[in-house]
């Protein structure tokens, strides 16, 4: 489909729509590789692009671009199709899902995306990026949480976020939800970050269906009163040693070990 051209580079340009308009900022390394396999083997698959204006819009192949600019090359093979703006969205981020270098962080703004291009119908979806609707359902339920929640998602360490506890924090207020995320961090376990955040939610929600006036300093008292008691919970856990635990099929208890734990929980979210 589309004819094969080869266009310099100055008439290209990054879609206005791509997710990741910041690559060229934060992915040096990525791209440098690119561009290392490029020059060692060539370019083993065209740009695509549309026609726009007086130019070309790219709607896949951004970082090959980007490593050709990173090259010196003046022109790229490829190949112009023809699609209205919807379609090309909706090849644009379905080429960045399919990238291994997408962040936890850019997977929430496309999946939402791509959920609204699909007149919010979950099954299509889910056939189109290859996940399961559970899963989908938690990226599309904090797409609206602000960007320095977001970024948490792809903190190292103690700072950062799981998908389970981005969704506990979706329903706290929008204007507390960092600071609530940023308190949270300090339990040692993705088990009781989502109970501290549900805690909070559940008592902000019921105060406010009695009507009840919640002020910010009301919920930073909620917080810390919840966190306070997780904090103190952990401490009975750790001292009776009771880790996180499955029945036996034969009865009694099978201990899950606290690392094993956080590694199922990290793949559940896969």
Avoid at 69 to 85: F, M, Q, W
Avoid at 153 to 166: I, Q, S, V
Wanted: glycine content about 4%; charged content about 30%.
């Amino acid at each position: 489909m589309g004819s094969l051209e080869t266009i310099p580079l100055a008439k290209l340009a990054v879609s206005a729509k791509n997710v990741r308009q910041d690559l060229a900022d934060h992915d040096d390394t990525s791209v440098e590789d690119l561009a290392a396999d490029i020059a060692a083997h060539g370019l083993m698959h065209p740009l695509t692009v549309r026609a726009q204006g007086v130019g070309y819009e790219i709607i896949a192949g951004q970082r090959r671009y980007l490593a050709l600019k990173h090259l010196g090359r003046e022109a790229a093979p490829c190949r112009v199709i023809v699609l209205d703006d919807l379609a090309a969205e909706e090849m644009s981020l379905t080429e960045n899902t399919q990238r291994a270098q997408l962040t936890t962080a850019d997977k929430v703004r496309s999946y939402s995306r791509l959920y609204e291009v699909y007149d919010h119908s979950m099954s299509r979806l889910a056939k189109a990026v290859s996940l399961k609707p559970a899963t989908l359902a938690k990226y599309i339920k904090i797409a609206a949480l602000p960007d320095e929640v977001l970024t948490r998602l792809d903190a190292k360490g103690d700072g950062r976020l799981t998908l389970t506890t981005a969704a506990a924090l979706a329903n706290v207020p929008a204007d507390r939800v960092a600071e609530v995320a940023a308190a949270i961090t300090i339990l040692p376990t993705d088990l009781q970050r989502v109970s501290a955040a549900r805690k909070i939610v559940g008592e902000i929600a019921e105060r406010m269906l009695d009507d009840e006036v919640v002020s910010a300093e009301d919920m930073s008292r909620i917080a810390d009163r919840f966190l306070i008691d997780d904090l103190e919970e952990r401490e009975r856990l750790c001292e009776c040693g009771h880790p996180p635990w499955v029945p036996g099929r034969t009865g009694g208890k099978v201990e899950i070990p606290p690392a094993l734990y956080e590694a199922i929980l990290d793949l559940i979210e896969e």
